[in-house]
Structures are given as C-alpha cells and as structure tokens.
C-alpha cells in the first residue's frame, strides 16, 4: 500500500513539473487575440453560390416489376456542396403481386437532397449525393376488395457522373440504391419489396 502511495505522489509531483514547465514556454502571444472571437462559420470560406433545379428520372424495380419515377428536384450550391428538395412518382401502370394483388397502384416519396460535387470545373465529374425524404402507397386490394395504402420514410444514396453541356446545363446519370422503411400495412407486402437498385438520369439547369 505504501509503495502504491508513494509511486502516486511520484507521479503528481513530476506531472506539476512539468505543466510547470509547459507553462513558462507559453505566452498569450501562442494564442489569437481575445477580441476575435473564432466561429466555425467564420472559418468556411464561400467561393460559390449558385442554384440548380430541373427534371429527374430513375429506372428501377417495384416488387420485381420494372417502374420508372419521373419527378424534379433543386437546390442551392455553396462551393461544391449542394443542399434541396426533390419529389417523384410512379409513372407507368403497374399490377403489384403477391398475398395482395394491388391495381390502381401509386407510389412516389419527396424530401431532402445532399450532395457533394468533386472536381465540379471538369467536363465529366463525379457526384455522391442521398435523398431523404418520406412517401406514400396506395393501391386497390382486389383480393380482399378494399382500397389500401401506407407511409414510409425512404433513403436513397447515389452515385453519379455529371457532365458540363454548357454554363447553364449539365445532365447527371448514375446508379442508385433505394431503401424504404415502415411499409408493413399493405397485406404480407414490405420494404423488401419496395427497396432495390436503380438507374437515374437529370437534367439540371442553372449557373454553373
């Protein structure tokens, strides 16, 4: 016990020397002057503001049918990171099977849009972005002859190659990977069969 004591009062006594030490070395002259106070937006330099906005379209799957979403989406760039909105929708009629036989069928969702430009003064460029946002389904039950529907909340990254057409046009293809979450009111149907990959292509138009 007493040597554990005594290796403790070692070890305060060395550490008191040496913030001893550490604090002759430094001078209020290390440190910025106390009357700029320093922010984290104060140290992000803005280099770019500018905005976007234009159709979109992705091709994917639903249940294993093949569906194409047609909708728009925009936002605001602040140098090369981008922050919106977007929203789209089934646009082909579609016959879901399975334990519920949906006709009449409608699926869209909307929400947020992120994204990061890399190397954006490139002719051909790449884009990683997420859409975040939330959707609904609805649907005929012929099996049960009822109308049905749900909510979901849906989360899709993306990575695309962008390519400059000009200042104010530039077209943005790539691949996706849809995720939705919540489904579980549309009779045995559920994320599983909502969630998948796909392909997308915008037109985005602005100043780039």
Aim: glycine share 14%; net charge negative; aromatic share 14%.
């Amino acid at each position: 016990m007493k040597k554990i004591v005594f290796s403790l009062i070692l070890m305060f006594v060395v550490f008191i020397s040496s913030a001893q030490g550490i604090a002759d070395e430094v001078t209020f002259d290390d440190f910025p002057d106390n009357d700029n106070v320093q922010t984290v937006m104060g140290s992000i330099k803005i280099k770019r503001i500018s905005g976007f906005g234009g159709p979109t379209m992705s091709f994917t799957s639903l249940n294993g049918e093949f569906a194409h979403l047609m909708g728009g989406g925009g936002g605001i760039i602040l140098n090369n990171l981008f922050i919106g909105g977007y929203g789209e929708g089934v646009t082909n009629t579609l016959t879901i099977g399975g334990t519920a036989s949906l006709t009449d069928f409608d699926f869209g969702h909307g929400g947020f849009w992120v994204g990061y430009e890399i190397g954006h003064k490139m002719i051909i460029h790449p884009v990683i972005s997420s859409r975040i946002g939330w959707g609904s389904i609805t649907g005929y039950d012929e099996i049960n002859s009822k109308d049905v529907s749900d909510n979901f909340f849906v989360l899709v990254p993306t990575i695309s190659a962008e390519i400059n057409f000009t200042r104010f046009f530039k077209l943005n293809i790539g691949a996706e990977y849809r995720r939705t979450f919540n489904v579980n009111n549309l009779n045995g149907l559920n994320d599983n069969n909502f969630s998948g990959l796909g392909v997308h292509l915008n037109f985005l138009f602005g100043w780039f």
